[in-house]
């Protein structure tokens, strides 16, 4: 991996705590020691952990993994736009720069509260992070990324195509990469493609990555998803860098992806 490397997607848990009533799981063992150690086996120098939807806007365990490994470590909160100042400057200096929203599970700031986010984050430099197919919600990304910065997680969270079908996530995606200050995370193949293997998963996304590469080089990062929410099968490293090697052959865009671009985004030279 190139020096400085970042996996942008992440969760850390700590056990059975209480969680939020209809989460889609329980939490369970996943401490950020560990995933140091998953940074580690890929050669990755750094590391962006999302507050998962289970611990809803719970930030104990995310605040002390940042604080704890402060230069490897930045966050991604889950905040109402009713945040007030002191938390948000308390999750800021801790190590997060940005929030999330989605639609799929309980525990996560809606979608719909997107506008107001972007007004109260922008200031901190934070940009907001999106999880939902955005099909449903196309006026309302478009707007947003004409108003702020917006990351679309896992290649826009459309299934992947079946063999010999057009991929319907790529105009959806250039024409929101083409809106305004819109990013995607190339990430969750297993996500998009139940049942495959990550590395086939990857072959069926690969119109799709270089769409999204081809319209955007500067605004893409990659995460790996770990530790892996009920996965079909769970990654390993080796998959990880067959991942990669489909998705990012060429070094100097493979270094723009995992370092230039990520380092921006996160903002870690602030």
Do not use: K
Not at 71 to 76: S, T
């Amino acid at each position: 991996m190139p020096d400085g490397a970042v996996d942008v997607h992440a969760h850390v848990m700590t056990g059975p705590a209480p969680g939020v009533d209809g989460a889609a799981y329980a939490p369970f063992e996943a401490p950020a020691e560990e995933f140091l150690v998953h940074l580690d086996e890929l050669g990755l120098a750094r590391g962006v952990i999302v507050n998962p939807s289970v611990y809803g806007g719970d930030h104990r365990v995310l605040v002390d993994a940042l604080r704890a490994h402060p230069d490897r470590l930045r966050g991604v909160a889950v905040i109402g736009a009713d945040i007030d100042d002191a938390t948000l400057a308390v999750l800021h200096e801790a190590g997060v720069r940005a929030c999330r929203v989605q639609d799929r599970f309980a525990g996560g700031a809606s979608v719909t509260e997107l506008p107001a986010l972007l007004d109260r984050v922008g200031a901190l430099g934070w940009h907001v992070e999106i999880w939902t197919d955005p099909r449903e919600h196309l006026d309302l990304l478009r707007d947003a990324a004409r108003r702020g910065r917006i990351v679309l997680d896992h290649l826009g969270l459309i299934p992947a195509p079946a063999p010999g079908d057009p991929d319907q996530a790529v105009p959806v995606l250039r024409e929101l990469l083409a809106a305004g200050d819109c990013w995607v995370t190339l990430s969750g193949a297993y996500r998009l493609s139940p049942g495959e293997p990550e590395a086939v998963a990857a072959r069926a996304l690969r119109e799709r990555v270089e769409a999204v590469l081809s319209a955007a080089p500067d605004r893409v990062v990659w995460g790996s998803d770990w530790p892996y929410v009920a996965p079909p099968t769970v990654p390993t490293p080796a998959d990880h860098r067959a991942v990669l090697d489909t998705w990012l052959p060429d070094p100097d865009q493979r270094r723009q992806v995992l370092v230039d671009n990520a380092a921006r985004l996160y903002r870690w030279a602030d």
